[in-house]
């Protein structure tokens, strides 16, 4: 089992849609969690960290789930400039390192 | 202003090459990454520095090897360049080590290896 997981897709949808993406982590001890946006041929870059609490930033919501081990990003009133892949990552305890999921990709249409 | 910065962009070397990817940060952090983007876009990590000591060798060949001269710069040096090298490899860099907080990635390097 991959230690974080997420739908790949596409995720093809209309602008104005929301849309929404679910990750997986296996590993319980894991202690941070982000959201990161890549654009082709780009670097990875921070959408929003997520918060036991959730958290909210514009259009974008991010939830965490401890107990059934899943993050989710939530995309309101999409735009063709949120097309990208999102990174789900999750920071083990005692891991030093950054995990990342394979990305899933949104595709904004117009 | 980049925070992180690698050099090259873009490497076209062949079989068997020696060849180097130079990382710098500016942002006072104290810990530093390499990572692998293969052709299906999975990122994965190679190596973590923490003030200079290396903390992580996650399984990789020992022909890459990593060299942090001082916590702002992290250089990655690959002998016998084989045809699987080629990807992404992308430096990072944190504020502190364990992920508490976000990382910063550098445009990364494209590598081709024909």
């Known amino acids: 089992r991959k230690e974080v997981e997420q739908d790949p897709g596409p995720f093809n949808v209309p602008e104005g849609a929301t849309v929404a993406f679910n990750c997986t982590y296996s590993n319980s001890a894991s202690q941070s969690f982000f959201w990161y946006r890549q654009d082709c041929r780009k670097e990875p870059k921070l959408l929003m960290s997520?918060?036991?609490s959730g958290n909210e930033d514009g259009r974008f919501t991010a939830q965490l789930n401890r107990a059934s081990q899943y993050i989710s990003l939530l995309i309101r009133d999409s735009k063709l400039s949120d097309s990208a892949t999102y990174l789900c990552?999750?920071?083990?305890?005692?891991?030093?390192?950054?995990?990342f999921g394979t990305g899933t990709r949104l595709k904004v249409l117009a | 202003d980049t925070a992180v910065s690698q050099t090259p962009k873009y490497l076209v070397t062949q079989m068997g090459n020696d060849k180097s990817i130079k990382c710098e940060q500016n942002l006072g952090h104290d810990t530093m990454y390499w990572y692998k983007q293969d052709s299906k876009k999975f990122l994965k990590i190679m190596f973590s520095y923490n003030n200079k000591e290396l903390i992580i060798n996650e399984t990789v060949p020992n022909r890459f090897s990593p060299k942090s001269p001082d916590k702002a710069h992290l250089n990655l040096h690959i002998n016998s360049l084989e045809l699987g090298d080629s990807a992404v490899y992308f430096c990072?860099?944190?504020?502190?080590?364990?992920?508490?907080?976000?990382?910063?990635f550098g445009q990364g390097t494209r590598l081709t290896v024909v």
């Open positions: 990552v999750v920071a083990p305890s005692g891991t030093y390192k950054y995990i």
């Open positions: 997520v918060y036991s």
């Open positions: 990072a860099s944190s504020h502190t080590l364990g992920g508490n907080t976000e990382a910063f």
